[in-house]
């Protein structure tokens, strides 16, 4: 039950017939480019992963909506998606900029951009809760922290879930920024390789004029998909998650198979824009 | 060597930047009740409170930042594109981003408090005309600073994106770092300053907000007047810090290590932040103490 009343709507399982015509989409998508633009269908693949990634990191970052304003869930007080954008765009924003090195550190830089802004962001969350109003982390979800051992039963102040970022919230939030950022660069490396290679013979303008095109049409996407993503996998966890030691967590399947859908059919027209 | 010292120079300045633009971000946003604890200014008239509190949340503010910085850098980068002067396109870009900004603000305070009408919440004519300019000038404040950083961190360090796409990227990630730092301050601390302090609002008292001031009603300024003291330079703290490390990382320990060392700068720079985390943590626990008695004699678990 949430701070608000409402009830966790949706179930844990995984629906067999929806994830089927999961697995059509996404099959039916890698097909096309195969046929239309082979060249394409592994960077395809890599927009699938990254997506993945990204639906998967969503489900770290510990979120309490406006309850956690009040202090009366733990978590941090804003939007599940807007939270996973902020970090998994500030790594896309690092791997962008390491993109000149390869694939493998393009990939790092973006997960640690991303890992930085959440692991910035949740002390200065704490930092706020425990020297400007004066509340220590409880949990609300678990009575012990599966890291430190702390106890929370008693931490949590009369008539709330709990408050505050426990260590467990803030590793999950660092975890989330790390597979947030690392998607979200993979989508945009994989959709600058195939721009810069098929931009030429599409338009055939100078090539220092494309390579500005490709990158922001590369960038633009990632940002969407990061976009689409999040905000599927916002609405698979309905509402606020403590982090990796929530039950809510034990939904990611669905989430992901939901993202691979979305990234490839997404993936599918980011790629057919040029190649067409 | 000079390279890297312009570099630092331009992380430090961006830094500076991304703090004035933290700062100003969340004390917006709090003037103007656009973060989470607008729900409780939205839910007081249906309990009952009628109050005088701005409340234009119909956006988080992550998009709508995004849409605003978004905006003065494509309105910035077009005039660049002929030929005018950077300083100039970037506050003209501004400009446009903030009377978008007022536009928002207008229609949604309007719209979000004219939808309480039946529970006999008045729309307050007087409030739209005093604070919707205190926002846009806070808000122009925030966009400026985040696009003049946006323009250095392509211009000075050959970042490749170009100047749009930079300021959806950091306008999100300036309305996440504002909000998610913020929001509590407001919310606890201001909107239920009659409940005690060190401890959160029990659910029950949700919608009981603070309504009156020293003299007469509480307004939405006197809301900006106290956040600006705790929860707007912890945002600018934040945001600065996430920016600063960010460049800061990249421009000084790239080159080593064929660009791994920059990776491992920031995996370092992860981990002095997690051991800062825990010690606030400790710190809380052991200061404060619980609020009721421990249950058992408490196990220590190995940490």
Redesign the interface.
Known sequence: MSALGGGSSGGEGINPTASLIALVIVLVAVAVVFLVYPAATVPLIGVIIGGVLISFGVHFVPVGGAPAAMGQAPGIATGVAMLAAGGGLAGLFGGAWAAEFGIAISLAAGAIGGGLLMAITCLMVNVVYVYAMGIPAASGKVDKDPITGDTFPAYKSQGTEGHGLPFISYVGGVLGGLFGGMGGTLIYYELLQVYEEALPSVIGASTEGLTTLAVSLAGIFAVGMFLVAAVLTAYNITGTIEGPHDPKFKRWPRAVIGSSAASAVCGLFAILLVVI | MEEILFGIGISALAGALATVAGAAEDTESDIGSQ???N??VQLAPQMGYVHRIYNKAVS????AYGLWVALAAGVAWALMAIQFNAILALVIGSAVAVFVQGVYATTAYLGRTASLAKFEQPVYIDILKSVTSVTMAHAFVAIFATVTMCFLMIEALG????LP??G???G??L???G???????????R??QKYP??????????GDIVRYAEAGQRSSIDNGWFTSK??GP??G??FG??VF??LW??ILF?PFA???G??IA??V??IV??V???Y??T???KT?G??????AP??????
């Not at chain 2, 970042?159 to 170009?162: G, M």
């Not at chain 2, 909000?179 to 407001?186: E, I, K, L």
């Not at chain 2, 619980?290 to 249950?295: G, K, Q, V």
Request: proline share 9%; with cysteine; glycine share 10%.
């Open positions: 973060g989470d604890p729900s409780q988080g503010e992550p998009p970042h490749p994106f170009p796409l930079m959806i990227v950091w999100i990630a309305g996440a770092a909000s998610a730092t913020g929001n509590p301050f407001y919310g606890k601390e909107q239920y302090f060190g401890a959160g609002l029990p659910i029950s008292a949700s705790g929860a912890a945002s703290i934040c810090l996430i490390f960010e990382r990249t790239e064929a660009g791994w920059a990776v920031g995996v720079l992860i932040f997690m800062i985390d825990r606030v943590e710190w809380a626990r404060y619980p609020y009721t008695e421990e249950a408490e196990e220590e678990a190995a940490a």
